[in-house]
T-cell receptor, first 107, second 114 residues
Framework: GQNIDQPTEMTATEGAIVQINCTYQ??????LSWYQQHDGGAPTFLSY????GLEEKGRFSSFLSRSDSYGYLLLQELQMKDSASYFC????????FGSGTRLQVQP | EAQVTQNPRYLITVTGKKLTVTCSQN?????MSWYRQDPGLGLRQIYY???????DKGDVPEGYKVSRKEKRNFPLILESPSPNQTSLYFC?????????????FGPGTRLTVT
């Protein structure tokens, strides 16, 4: 993705917690979105942070630090169905996606 | 049901044969966009439209055209497809240009150009 960095792959165990980090370049930055995409499916919106801090949505939380140009997606109580690719996307005039993190949840 | 639809879902074509991929949304969204997805490159924006008759280039517009004559439709046109346009294409929409952080994606169109 354009000036957006996130890990390529991560593996975690069912029931555990995983944190997917994302760094971005700040020019024209408004906020950070997160999307989930299962194999063969379309991306679906998970969360958005416009301000610093933590946004909690059930098992998923997202965090933003504008001063550090950094955010993360936190997935708790991992389930097998959470195996998917996760994209952070920087909202500027348009939405610029990172290359995605492929998360594999193992039993 | 609120949705974004794309047609066709799969297409195999030959170099140079003009094609159009249609996109339609029934949510009265102002903003629509086209992306291509290639392994290891994530989603890259091709074109977007803030409203009817308003379109703008994204990051990878070369070889593509779009039009936005009606609010609900945003077709992607490949005038002379080439093999490097083989990809998975997604159309997306959001309520407004202020709400682009939350986009609704169509099911995707897998295009192969031989």
């Amino acid at each position: 993705g354009q000036n957006i960095d996130q890990p390529t792959e991560m593996t975690a165990t069912e029931g555990a917690i995983v944190q997917i980090n994302c760094t971005y370049q700040t020019s024209g930055f408004y906020g950070l979105s997160w999307y989930q995409q299962h194999d063969g499916g379309a991306p679906t919106f998970l969360s958005y942070n416009a301000l610093d801090g933590l946004e909690e949505k059930g098992r998923f939380s997202s965090f933003l630090s504008r001063s550090d140009s950094y955010g993360y997606l936190l997935l708790q109580e991992l389930q097998m169905k959470d195996s998917a690719s996760y994209f952070c996307a920087a909202r500027r005039r348009a939405l610029t996606f990172g290359s995605g993190t492929r998360l594999q949840v193992q039993p | 049901e609120a949705q974004v639809t794309q047609n066709p879902r799969y297409l195999i074509t030959v170099t140079g044969k003009k094609l159009t991929v249609t996109c339609s949304q029934n949510m009265n969204h102002e903003y629509m966009s086209w992306y291509r997805q290639d392994p290891g490159l994530g989603l890259r924006q091709i074109y977007y439209s803030m409203n009817v008759e308003v379109t703008d280039k994204g990051d990878v517009p070369e070889g593509y055209k779009v039009s936005r004559k009606e609010k609900r439709n945003f077709p992607l046109i490949l005038e002379s497809p080439s093999p490097n346009q083989t990809s998975l294409y997604f159309c997306a929409s959001s309520l407004s240009s202020q709400g682009t952080y939350e986009q609704y994606f169509g099911p995707g169109t897998r295009l192969t150009v031989t």
